[in-house]
């Protein structure tokens, strides 16, 4: 079981597919009461705008936003006190950065950060279909600490629309943050 009960995270967005979970799962800490604090990439805005149409600084439940070339920024410093951080979505560039330990963005260095102080780190890598280097980089991360969550929604809960689809894999990434999540749905088995 985990025992992790985030109070304070950093969520970054990067240039990948899938914002739609992204807005789903920022629903879901703003129900839960999580302090969120945020970083936007220039790719991930690009991304943001196209698929939804809104600017991050539109999506809800977070309550400070960092620019990611600010190195001054709290994500920078272990002692900001953050519980975890979710990559959502996380760019191949974004992985390969992180598994290489370069930071020349405030979402590479804030990873870092996490990684260094024994946080939890949620990436939520979206490529299809994946190369060496890609499956190298993720085998990095994982033995750095981090968890890779590739956005995949739990099918068996019948969803019936895309944004339901969304909704049950932010219930795993909070099932990874230990967050309780009124209303969560749970398989039951089978009623044979």
Excluded at 154 to 170: D, G, M, V
Aim: charged residues 20%; contains cysteine.
């Amino acid at each position: 079981m985990n025992t992790l009960q985030a109070k304070k995270i950093v969520v970054a967005i990067t240039g990948a597919s899938a914002m739609v979970f992204l807005h789903s799962f920022l629903q879901l800490l703003e129900n839960e009461q999580i302090e969120v604090h945020g970083i936007c990439s220039e790719s991930g805005e690009k991304v943001l705008q196209l698929e939804t149409g809104i600017s991050y600084t539109q999506l809800p439940g977070v309550t400070r936003w960092f620019d990611s070339k600010d190195f001054a920024a709290p994500p920078a410093s272990g002692s900001a006190g953050y519980d975890a951080m979710v990559v959502l979505p996380c760019s191949m560039g974004t992985l390969a950065a992180i598994a290489a330990g370069i930071s020349s963005t405030l979402v590479h260095r804030a990873a870092d950060v996490i990684l260094k102080e024994n946080k939890k780190l949620l990436l939520v890598t979206r490529e299809t279909p994946l190369n060496r280097t890609h499956l190298k980089n993720m085998l990095a991360v994982h033995d750095a600490g981090a968890t890779i969550c590739p956005p995949h929604p739990s099918f068996y809960l019948n969803p019936k629309s895309i944004e339901e689809a969304a909704t049950t894999f932010s219930w795993r990434l909070g099932d990874q943050l230990g967050l309780e999540m009124k209303g969560r749905k749970r398989w039951e088995g089978m009623n044979v």
